[in-house]
Nanobody
Framework: VQLQASGGGLVQAGGSLRLSCAAS????????VGWFRQAPGKEREGVSCISNDDGVTYADSVKGRFTISRDDAKNIVYLQMNSLKPEDTAVYYC???????????????????WGKGTQVTVSS
């Protein structure tokens, strides 16, 4: 599967963006789709995941501000990001894999297909 993330941009703190992850084929019934991000000089971190049965998980850092959803008819997963903060600035990637879980507030995923990222910049 090929994945393409889009929707990034420059926004002021407190603003909103909606990211889209378009897949080249229908998501398989066992696909979990996740959003991850990597800021300059930092390791990649999990943001949010959605399973094939619409189970959702969020990292503590985005809970209550971000919402993940999927449209299987269009093979797209969305990430609605509200109340953005400068610390949300990163390149955002989408990926598919077998699972996501949250341990100690940190989202971890077993992902095996990754798309190219989209840059999100939040100014203060």
């Amino acid at each position: 599967v090929q994945l393409q993330a889009s929707g990034g941009g420059l926004v002021q703190a407190g603003g909103s963006l909606r990211l889209s992850c378009a897949a080249s084929r229908a998501f398989l019934e066992d696909d979990t789709v996740g959003w991850f991000r990597q800021a300059p000089g930092k390791e990649r971190e999990g943001v949010s995941c959605i399973s094939n049965d619409d189970g959702v998980t969020y990292a503590d850092s985005v809970k209550g501000r971000f919402t993940i959803s999927r449209d299987d008819a269009k093979n797209i997963v969305y990430l609605q990001m509200n109340s953005l903060k400068p610390e949300d600035t990163a390149v955002y990637y989408c990926a598919t894999g077998a699972f996501c879980t949250v341990i100690g507030g940190t989202l971890l995923g077993g992902m095996n297909h990754w798309g190219k990222g989209t840059q999100v910049t939040v100014s203060s």
